[in-house]
């Protein structure tokens, strides 16, 4: 069985850091097929046995388990370098849509474990961005779709008012419940939002 978290810290030491979530996305399957050479790996899977249009980040086939993929790489400004390269991330904001977007991921890997007989999901983040792990104290329109550490992730999830939702307007529903569980991925120490976290959830609908 593929360890995700295994494979992540081992990327972690020769990636500390990537230019995109194209990059991150490239880096991670390398890296999977690098621990297990026997896999079958493809990107940008387009899965065909649901009537809608579901593309998968990742999709794996070892050792006759299956495993789908879904990743986020979110950031704040950052310049940093390392093992001689220079990289320069931006602001993204909108932390909102990016939450709403891991959860309809878990969403999406619901649907794929639950039809697909010996599949795994899972759906991946990985931050510089403090305000995804920590907790808010506010009440705002997006309080449902908080991914802070410790938090339970289950049933129906929605906007609590108007907010600028464009192609999130749909209420998430959730099969399971699934606890929020941040681990460290890499820091640069002498870089302001130089710290990386990473939340993976598995899913596994047919267990």
Same mark, same amino acid.
């Given at each position: $069985?593929?360890?995700? %978290?295994?494979?992540?810290?081992? *990327?972690?030491?020769?990636?500390?850091?990537?230019?995109?979530?194209?990059?991150?996305?490239?880096?991670?399957?390398?890296?999977?097929? +690098?621990?297990?050479?026997?896999?079958?790996?493809?990107?940008?899977?387009?899965?065909?046995?649901?009537?809608?249009?579901?593309?998968?980040?990742?999709?794996? @086939?070892?050792?006759?388990?299956?495993?789908?993929?879904?990743? @986020?790489? @979110? +950031?704040?400004?950052?310049?940093? /370098?390392?093992?001689?390269?220079?990289?320069? *991330?931006?602001?993204?904001?909108?932390?909102?849509?990016?939450?709403?977007?891991?959860?309809?991921?878990?969403?999406?890997?619901?649907?794929? /474990?639950?039809? %697909?007989?010996?599949?795994?999901?899972?759906?991946?983040?990985? /931050?510089?961005? %403090?305000?995804?792990?920590?907790?808010?104290?506010? +009440?705002?329109?997006?309080?449902?779709?908080?991914? %802070?550490?410790?938090?339970?992730?289950?049933?129906?999830?929605?906007?609590?008012?108007?907010?600028? /939702?464009?192609?999130?307007?749909?209420?998430?529903?959730?099969?399971?419940?699934?606890? !929020?569980?941040?681990?460290?991925?890499?820091?640069?120490?002498? !870089?302001?939002?130089? @710290?990386?976290?990473? *939340?993976?959830?598995?899913?596994? $609908? !047919?267990?």
């Amino acid at each position: $069985m593929i360890d995700i %978290h295994a494979i992540l810290d081992s *990327l972690s030491e020769r990636r500390a850091v990537f230019h995109s979530e194209k990059d991150f996305q490239h880096e991670l399957a390398w890296q999977i097929r +690098t621990s297990y050479p026997d896999a079958q790996i493809r990107l940008e899977y387009d899965y065909p046995y649901v009537s809608e249009s579901l593309n998968l980040d990742i999709w794996i @086939k070892y050792e006759n388990i299956y495993y789908a993929i879904e990743l @986020k790489y @979110k +950031t704040r400004f950052l310049h940093c /370098t390392f093992n001689g390269e220079n990289f320069f *991330l931006k602001k993204q904001s909108a932390e909102d849509h990016g939450r709403y977007d891991f959860i309809r991921d878990i969403c999406r890997l619901e649907k794929v /474990t639950s039809i %697909h007989q010996n599949c795994i999901g899972y759906s991946i983040i990985l /931050t510089n961005e %403090h305000l995804y792990w920590l907790k808010s104290k506010e +009440t705002i329109n997006s309080y449902q779709f908080r991914i %802070h550490e410790d938090r339970i992730l289950k049933d129906n999830l929605e906007w609590l008012g108007k907010a600028n /939702t464009k192609e999130r307007e749909s209420p998430l529903y959730l099969n399971n419940q699934y606890k !929020c569980k941040w681990a460290n991925y890499s820091e640069f120490s002498s !870089c302001k939002y130089g @710290k990386f976290k990473y *939340l993976c959830v598995k899913v596994d $609908m !047919c267990n």
